[in-house]
């Protein structure tokens, strides 16, 4: 037994078996040790492996020989008579399902013996698999393409001149599938060619600083746009460079302080650049009409919609027109629909005008109104004592009122900016503020809306929507009219 054992093992694994195997095979005496230790060292979809397994557990836990494949000179040999029963007595059925062919299996399985066990069907035309009767006629188990036997062939041939068989209808899906597939090429090759017509106007950016630096004018020499470039440089490190820089003249003598003060020549030059530039472009049209003693100014029309728009807009003394010049007077002027969103308490604190300096990490060069807005986050019981206490102990006033409650993604009201100081110059100007970022935006005149209006919030200033924007001046018309009743 053991030798056996011993031969059919490294028959099956195909490496030499040791003795320390050998004595943990001759100690299993349970069917759950024999499927323990066998399970992850044969497989039972070998052929060679399951009936090593069979013959195996049939010695080792029934003390039986093992089974013989039987020869093809024994394979019509009936077992010998049971008992009891005499020779000349008709013997009963017997199949060896061990024999060298090889049973089908009930249900379409995989199988590789290249139809060497199993009959042939046929060969598959997609992948040229050779498909047994094991695999069944139908959709290949590699490729998903149909085989079929001869006979079958047959019969579809016979069945497609009467307009039943599968592949027309399979050929009339592919056409179909294919019309559409060209109906979506042409579609996206229209509209490629739709956006390679209208490139230049969809992709025309509008850039707020070219009304003080065209470096990038198509009509300015190389020199001029170096030019440009050099100033547009120094005025940014000026705007927000360190005060360390900053140059002091002392006249002794004179008994003067004088501060330099570059930004006028940085104008001035910028001013003499574009006057050379204009007087080239005017000296080359009086040429070409020497009537004319200047260039034609350029006029602005508004398109259709805007005109709409703005005739829909009732006359209630709201500055609407929005300028893209950034003027800082003319933005003071104009309410540019520009919204910050804040995190509660503190946009609610900022409203009420308890907060009066809200500080950022990025410059901003928006001045006049802004309004402010109330993230969706909801504000914790911690955060409104500690700001409580905080103010409290920076105005000297214990009685001092805060608002009741603290709305989230809501618009609250405005304020107006009035500056975005750098926190050097914040310093010097409020030695006592309260914000250390390095850019505080000193806000007064708070107006609280008295209903707050959902908006949805975004990073930074954005743009108000026009409809919210109309309604929040609306309700701070009606609020500003009810407290000009309630005074007089």
């Given at each position: 037994?053991?030798?056996?054992l011993?031969?059919?093992?490294?028959k099956?694994l195909?490496c030499?078996?040791?003795?320390?195997m050998m004595?943990?095979i001759?100690a299993?005496?349970?069917?759950?040790?024999?499927d323990n230790?066998f399970?992850?060292?044969?497989?039972e979809?070998?052929?060679e492996h399951?009936l090593?397994?069979l013959?195996?557990?049939r010695m080792?836990?029934?003390?039986?020989?093992?089974?013989?494949r039987s020869?093809?000179?024994?394979?019509n040999?009936s077992p010998p008579a049971p008992a009891?029963k005499?020779?000349?007595?008709?013997?009963?059925?017997?199949?060896?399902i061990y024999a060298?062919e090889?049973k089908?299996l009930k249900?379409?399985?995989q199988?590789q013996?290249?139809a060497?066990?199993?009959k042939?069907?046929?060969?598959?035309?997609?992948?040229g698999?050779?498909?047994?009767?094991?695999e069944?006629s139908?959709?290949?188990?590699?490729?998903?393409?149909l085989v079929y036997?001869a006979a079958?062939e047959?019969?579809?041939?016979?069945?497609a001149?009467s307009g039943?068989t599968t592949?027309g209808?399979k050929?009339?899906?592919?056409?179909?599938s294919?019309?559409q597939?060209?109906?979506?090429?042409?579609?996206q090759r229209?509209?490629l060619?739709?956006?390679?017509k209208?490139s230049?106007k969809?992709t025309?950016v509008?850039?707020?600083?070219?009304?003080?630096f065209?470096?990038?004018?198509?009509?300015?020499t190389?020199?001029?746009r170096?030019?440009?470039?050099?100033?547009k440089?120094?005025?940014q490190?000026l705007?927000?460079g360190?005060?360390?820089k900053?140059?002091?003249?002392?006249?002794f003598?004179?008994?003067?302080v004088?501060?330099e003060q570059?930004?006028?020549r940085?104008?001035?030059?910028?001013?003499?650049s574009?006057?050379?530039?204009?007087?080239?472009?005017?000296?080359?049209?009086?040429m070409?009409a020497?009537n004319?003693?200047m260039a034609k100014?350029?006029?602005y029309?508004?398109?259709?919609?805007?005109?709409t728009s703005?005739?829909t807009?009732?006359?209630?003394?709201l500055?609407?027109?929005?300028n893209?010049?950034q003027?800082?007077?003319?933005?003071?002027m104009?309410?540019?629909?520009?919204?910050?969103?804040?995190?509660q308490?503190?946009?609610?604190?900022?409203?009420?005008?308890?907060?009066k300096?809200?500080g950022r990490v990025?410059?901003?060069?928006?001045?006049g109104?802004?309004?402010?807005?109330?993230?969706?986050?909801?504000p914790?019981?911690e955060?409104?004592?500690?700001?409580?206490q905080?103010?409290?102990?920076l105005?000297?006033?214990?009685?001092l009122?805060f608002?009741?409650?603290?709305p989230t993604?809501?618009?609250?009201?405005?304020?107006?900016v009035?500056?975005?100081?750098?926190?050097?110059?914040?310093?010097?100007?409020?030695?006592?503020g309260?914000?250390?970022?390095p850019y505080?935006?000193?806000?007064t005149k708070?107006?609280?809306l008295?209903?707050?209006l959902?908006?949805?919030?975004d990073?930074?200033?954005y743009?108000?929507?026009l409809k919210t924007?109309?309604?929040a001046?609306?309700t701070?018309?009606?609020?500003r009219a009810?407290a000009?009743k309630?005074?007089?």
């Amino acid at each position: 037994m053991e030798n056996w054992l011993r031969d059919s093992l490294s028959k099956c694994l195909e490496c030499v078996v040791t003795e320390q195997m050998m004595s943990a095979i001759l100690a299993i005496k349970t069917d759950q040790d024999f499927d323990n230790y066998f399970g992850n060292l044969l497989s039972e979809e070998n052929e060679e492996h399951r009936l090593f397994l069979l013959n195996c557990r049939r010695m080792l836990l029934s003390g039986k020989q093992p089974r013989q494949r039987s020869t093809k000179s024994n394979q019509n040999h009936s077992p010998p008579a049971p008992a009891g029963k005499s020779g000349s007595g008709k013997s009963g059925k017997y199949t060896n399902i061990y024999a060298s062919e090889t049973k089908v299996l009930k249900g379409r399985r995989q199988c590789q013996c290249q139809a060497t066990q199993h009959k042939l069907i046929n060969n598959c035309l997609g992948c040229g698999r050779i498909v047994c009767e094991q695999e069944g006629s139908g959709p290949c188990l590699f490729c998903n393409e149909l085989v079929y036997t001869a006979a079958e062939e047959d019969q579809l041939l016979a069945k497609a001149h009467s307009g039943q068989t599968t592949k027309g209808n399979k050929k009339k899906q592919q056409q179909q599938s294919q019309s559409q597939s060209l109906d979506q090429a042409l579609a996206q090759r229209d509209r490629l060619l739709e956006y390679d017509k209208n490139s230049e106007k969809r992709t025309t950016v509008i850039d707020d600083e070219l009304d003080y630096f065209q470096e990038n004018s198509v009509w300015l020499t190389e020199e001029e746009r170096e030019k440009f470039e050099r100033l547009k440089s120094e005025m940014q490190e000026l705007k927000h460079g360190s005060r360390l820089k900053r140059k002091i003249k002392i006249d002794f003598a004179g008994r003067e302080v004088q501060d330099e003060q570059p930004e006028q020549r940085i104008m001035q030059e910028l001013q003499a650049s574009i006057n050379s530039s204009k007087g080239n472009f005017t000296s080359g049209l009086s040429m070409a009409a020497p009537n004319l003693d200047m260039a034609k100014p350029l006029v602005y029309r508004a398109n259709k919609d805007f005109k709409t728009s703005m005739a829909t807009i009732s006359n209630d003394g709201l500055e609407r027109v929005y300028n893209r010049v950034q003027d800082k007077e003319l933005m003071e002027m104009q309410d540019m629909r520009q919204c910050l969103s804040m995190h509660q308490p503190w946009a609610s604190l900022l409203i009420a005008g308890i907060k009066k300096h809200e500080g950022r990490v990025w410059y901003s060069e928006h001045r006049g109104r802004l309004w402010i807005a109330s993230t969706s986050k909801l504000p914790h019981d911690e955060d409104i004592e500690h700001m409580e206490q905080f103010y409290k102990q920076l105005y000297q006033d214990p009685n001092l009122k805060f608002p009741e409650h603290y709305p989230t993604a809501s618009l609250l009201g405005c304020v107006h900016v009035d500056d975005c100081l750098p926190q050097e110059t914040y310093r010097d100007l409020y030695p006592h503020g309260e914000s250390d970022s390095p850019y505080v935006l000193v806000c007064t005149k708070p107006e609280q809306l008295p209903i707050f209006l959902p908006v949805q919030g975004d990073h930074k200033i954005y743009e108000l929507p026009l409809k919210t924007h109309n309604a929040a001046c609306k309700t701070l018309l009606k609020a500003r009219a009810l407290a000009a009743k309630a005074t007089n």
